[in-house]
């Protein structure tokens, strides 16, 4: 079965080589099959923008119960409890208001003194040795470091935290997450003594938070949190906490390196800084895809969708469509008239970090043009992330003149 019999566009998320410049496979499937099907994966994609954010809205429809990464959807695994980005309505709602209460406008705005203190404290050392790289040195660092004080983790401990989100998330190259040895979901058991500690001693973060918050269920029995759904939690906002800001750097320090006389504008207008991270988030978003599972038959482009598909919903493709952006929607612009982009989801699924991962990248990419405002990367040495949900790189060393 294909959606368009003659039609040899492909794409496949396990391509490590396709997926190091998917966009010329996302400029033909969102122009030739805007309903496109993969018979080697078998999954149905939609592209076009129009197509995407109608379906993100649409949670009847297109089911995140099931997972929102298409090997989770298409094994059947069971979801555990608390794992927020894989839930729906209405339990998704009663989560999500719990942890909405911590990531506030006011309170996330007030975090900026300790970001910058923390990218000031990544980047410092680094003046006066010629080289920097985007990602380990502060992408990895500053966004583990703010979600570790958010959490109360000792520093000492953070680095074991995160890279035991990111041994799930992290696959063979070209492999699926089911294939993890270490599961395809963390369970969050790393914070288990944490959560003990806490018990006993209170304190003004989110851990505390959560463990003392009482809520309606979705029986409506009123209770905290149990300890597995709270484990699950506290995994959910350590990963999605940190990853998309990590990713977000390592795309801006290639994208400005190729895009000079941007980057210098910035360098004398700060003003733009907000418009910048927009663009680098719809120009190269850290998650290119998010699946979801079909939950009825529904028909797009004449061709009909079966219940219990996976539809993969191409947020790469669809943050380029012209339709939505404009004859030079390929093209890296700080100054595009503002749109909303997909990048960070949209309706019950929008990123509750958003806020969070945008002020973290406005303030890094401050301090990064004080220091260091002309680099080249060096990608004989950059490194892409081997995993099949976000794209982004593990290493993006960079030349300082």
Not at 76 to 105: A, V, W, Y
Not at 154 to 182: C, F, I, Y
């Amino acid at each position: 079965m294909s959606v368009s019999a003659d039609s040899d566009v492909y794409y496949d998320p396990y391509d490590v080589e396709l997926n190091r410049d998917p966009y010329p496979a996302f400029r033909r499937i969102r122009e030739e099959a805007p309903l496109y099907y993969n018979d080697r994966h078998d999954f149905f994609a939609l592209s076009r923008y129009a197509d995407v954010d109608a379906a993100l809205v649409d949670f009847a429809t297109f089911s995140s119960a099931r997972g929102a990464v298409l090997e989770i959807i298409q094994s059947g695994m069971d979801i555990p409890p608390g794992t927020l980005i894989f839930e729906d309505p209405p339990i998704h709602n009663i989560h999500r208001k719990l942890l909405s209460r911590i990531f506030t406008p006011r309170k996330v705005s007030a975090l900026e003194p300790k970001i910058r203190e923390f990218t000031a404290r990544c980047l410092d050392p680094l003046i006066g040795t010629g080289g920097f790289d985007f990602v380990k040195d502060l992408g990895a660092q500053m966004p583990m470091r703010v979600i570790g004080m958010l959490l109360g983790i000792p520093e000492a401990d953070q680095q074991h935290v995160v890279e035991h989100g990111d041994s799930t998330l992290r696959t063979e190259r070209g492999g699926k997450m089911t294939e993890n040895p270490d599961g395809a979901i963390a369970t969050g058991e790393v914070f288990a003594e944490y959560i003990d500690w806490r018990a006993k001693h209170p304190s003004d973060d989110i851990m505390t938070e959560l463990l003392t918050a009482e809520f309606a269920d979705e029986t409506g029995v009123i209770r905290r949190l149990g300890r597995d759904e709270l484990l699950l939690y506290l995994q959910v906002i350590a990963t999605a906490g940190s990853e998309t800001t990590t990713r977000l750097l390592g795309w801006a320090g290639k994208v400005l390196a190729e895009h000079p006389d941007q980057r210098h504008t910035l360098v004398t207008n700060r003003t733009l800084l907000p418009s910048a991270i927009e663009e680098l988030l719809r120009f190269e978003p850290p998650a290119p895809h998010v699946s979801r599972y079909v939950t009825c038959d529904v028909e797009y482009y004449g061709r009909s969708v079966p219940a219990g598909s996976a539809m993969m919903l191409m947020v790469g493709a669809a943050n380029r469509d012209p339709r939505r952006f404009g004859e030079d929607s390929d093209c890296f612009n700080i100054h595009r008239e503002p749109r909303q982009h997909v990048s960070f989801g949209v309706g019950t699924h929008f990123c509750l970090g958003n806020a969070l991962a945008r002020l973290e990248g406005r303030v890094a990419l401050d301090e990064i043009l004080d220091r260091f405002p002309e680099w080249e990367v060096d990608l004989s040495n950059a490194e892409l992330s081997p995993t099949s949900t976000v794209r982004g790189w593990e290493s993006m060393p960079a030349v300082l003149h």
